[in-house]
């Protein structure tokens, strides 16, 4: 990690982390007034996350594609954007960075305490389909988490008007029938960039490990993710599974796609994915 | 009873119970090690330290789950309900793309409707401007001004049966690729040629069942390892094949030929070592295809000796043992224990052009090549398997992006002026289609005069 990088990173981390606890000062205390201000923040520390990734290009030469720092560091700013570009289309989405930034926050000192050194560009990763495959696969994570994020702010907001209790920075969130689609719609577009990752990983696995498919950990735990997206869609489609069951469902479903982020390489070693640079 | 079981074997809740399973099989291949992820020694030892534990696993074929009967019983089933809820929904697909027939429904009383909302039509614009503007924007209309149905991205439907297709496609070249997979390694060092003989092959490789193995023919002229801070950063492998072409390999870059790849993974010191006596005449030499990178030990013999040979790519001694900074080929040395009939005769350290005397030989190290090592596969039916992602992925576009959107509505006079009355659905969504059509209809009539909804 080179010292400009560094410092831009920690400065991210601290604002997102100052966001997190906006947010949790809003809603305890029932002070929505200051969740604006939070935006304002989160895109502050998406500027700085910004820097700390020119700063890490400019000094290995190739964008954060492999090991846990990079993959949270870029999968964080993906997270990022994608929330602030859903929040700068429609205010009253801002509020999903409720749950998409301690997310974010997790994910980023996670990174940070595993392998943030400086590595040129392995060559088994020096192929095309890489971007291909790594960026699908960030959309499909940054879609998965709005839909976690919207799946978290319905049944915040249930639970607020089922108990008859008012708080005004529920307010601020879409309606729950509102919410309740932007979770299918999210999910879907989610289903729709991991689809295209795992061909995309799979075209480039051919030439690198000689088989499109070869069961490793990684490739399984993110079959099963998409399996879980599929069964998530055909439960809404087909049985009618909407409201808090389907708010559960995008929840529990982003484990799966966490697992096979960081999860896997974390526990076993005998992946061939080079999500870690050997 | 045979109808109740087959309407249970074409049923949603049967995918979505046999995608569990293949979910709970998956996770169970995470947690049982399995023997294609092992090496042999852990495998056995494992065996060794579980023996009933492994038997049970082992009689259900859960050591191999992937490829287990259990496994294919369950992928069999998948696609025997794929392919029944398939059939089934044809007709629903026919019905769902067929434009509406008769006369379209009143816009104000139309049942299943989200959206619902009255313009005034701005002056110069009359009904058939509205139908030809909403032409423009993809609908199929159909009726006039006196009542019209508009649908947008009515072939969506199909998409489902095109993502469904993807996954036979994918089995149909899966299956193939699996008869005819031929699996191999082979390891080369510069200069030496190739003719495609299967007995050259490490170990014994993994014959096709349709079809012969590769047929190819080339030499290696030169490996080029490039390792940049430790890390392998290139592995330019140059070759000339049989009719004189010159080809190059590098990882994420094979050698492809008669269906086949070359894939360079492993590289590797072939040295050629030379037994000479006292006069300086060579008794015994050759070229060696060490396995001795990272720091494995790997034996030869010369001459009635063996030698036990270390390697260090970038050599130095640290406190007074050897050492290397890298992985880097920057001052290769080899550490040399020599053998005869079990007891070492002498141990030293060997450069490129250097010598090690023992007994009354010396060993000599002519000559440093590389040796790479080459997997190599041969299968058909990758471009079936690569049409079927691609179906999947465009496939999955289609269906979700660009759903059906229906429009019915009415020009009608009132008080003089123009209205127009409108009601919208799409598929999925009810609250975000009002939204949808709102910002639709006020950029087609450039006006927020909507007077009701």
Known sequence: MSNFEMIFFWISLVIYSLATGGYIYSFVFKNPRFMPKMTILILIGFLTHTIAICARYQAQGHLPWSGDYESAMMGGWFIIAGTLIVGWRNKALQALATASVPLVVIMMGFGVMRNPVLTPMAASLKNYWLYIHVYFAWLAFGAYTLAMAAGVLYLMKRKSSKSGVVNPSYERFPSLDRLDELIFRYVVFGFITDTIMIAAGAIWAKDLWGSYWSWDPVETWSLISWLSYGICIHLRITFGWRNERLAWLAIAALSTVIISFFGVTFVVDSSIHTFQVR | ?453
């Open chain 2, 1 to 453: 009873m045979y109808s109740k079981f087959m309407k249970f074997l074409s049923s949603l809740r049967f995918t979505l119970l046999l995608i569990s399973l293949l979910g709970v099989m998956f996770l169970a291949g995470l947690w049982i090690p399995q023997r294609s992820l092992l090496t042999q020694a852990m495998y056995n030892q494992w065996k060794h330290n579980s023996p009933s534990l492994v038997a049970f696993f082992e009689a259900l074929g859960f050591t191999s789950i992937y490829a287990s009967p259990l496994m294919l019983i369950l992928w069999c089933l998948f696609f025997i309900n794929l392919a029944l809820v398939m059939w089934q929904r044809i007709p629903l697909i026919k019905k769902r793309i067929a434009l509406p027939e008769g006369q379209p429904g009143n816009p104000e009383s139309a049942p299943g409707y989200p959206f619902h909302a009255t313009y005034h039509l701005p002056a110069g614009m009359d009904g058939t401007t509205i139908l030809s503007l909403l032409r423009k924007r993809g609908f199929a209309v159909i009726g006039d001004s006196n009542g019209f149905c508009g649908v947008k991205n009515r072939f969506s439907p199909i998409a489902f049966g095109l993502f469904h297709i993807s996954f036979f496609l994918i089995l149909l070249g899966g299956m193939i690729s699996v008869y005819t997979r031929f699996t191999g390694l082979i390891d080369l060092a510069e200069g030496e040629s190739f003719q495609g003989e299967t007995v050259r092959y490490n170990a014994s490789p993994q014959m096709p069942k349709i079809g012969p193995p590769p047929r190819v023919s080339f030499t290696v002229k030169s490996i080029l390892p490039t390792l940049t801070s430790g890390v392998p950063t290139g592995l330019k492998v140059r070759m000339v094949d049989g009719r004189g072409v010159e080809h190059e390999a590098d990882v994420n870059r094979p050698y492809k030929t008669d269906n086949s790849s070359f894939i360079v993974s492993t590289v590797g010191p072939a040295p050629l070592f030379v037994v000479q006596d006292r006069s300086g005449k060579e008794i015994d030499g050759a070229y060696m295809k060490l396995n001795v990178m990272g720091g494995k030990e790997d034996v030869f013999s010369l001459a009635g000796y063996q030698f036990r040979a270390t390697f260090y790519p970038d050599y130095y001694l640290k406190n007074g043992a050897p050492a290397s900074h890298s992985p880097e080929f920057k001052n290769p040395v080899f550490m040399i224990t020599v053998e005869r009939q079990g007891k070492a005769v002498t141990t030293g350290t060997v450069t490129k052009g250097g010598s090690l005397g023992f007994d009354d030989y010396q060993l000599m190290l002519k000559e440093l090549p590389y040796w790479v090592r080459f997997s190599v596969f041969k299968e058909r039916g990758l471009f079936i398997i690569y049409a079927g992602f691609a179906l999947a992925s465009l496939a999955v576009v289609w269906r979700f992006l660009f759903y059906r959107r229906e429009v019915v509505g009415i020009v009608r006079e009132e008080e003089g002026e123009s209205l127009l009355v409108v009601a919208g659905r799409s598929e999925f969504y009810k609250s975000l289609t009002e939204d949808e059509f709102t910002a639709m209809f006020n950029k087609l009539l450039d006006t927020d005069g909507r007077t009701d909804t």
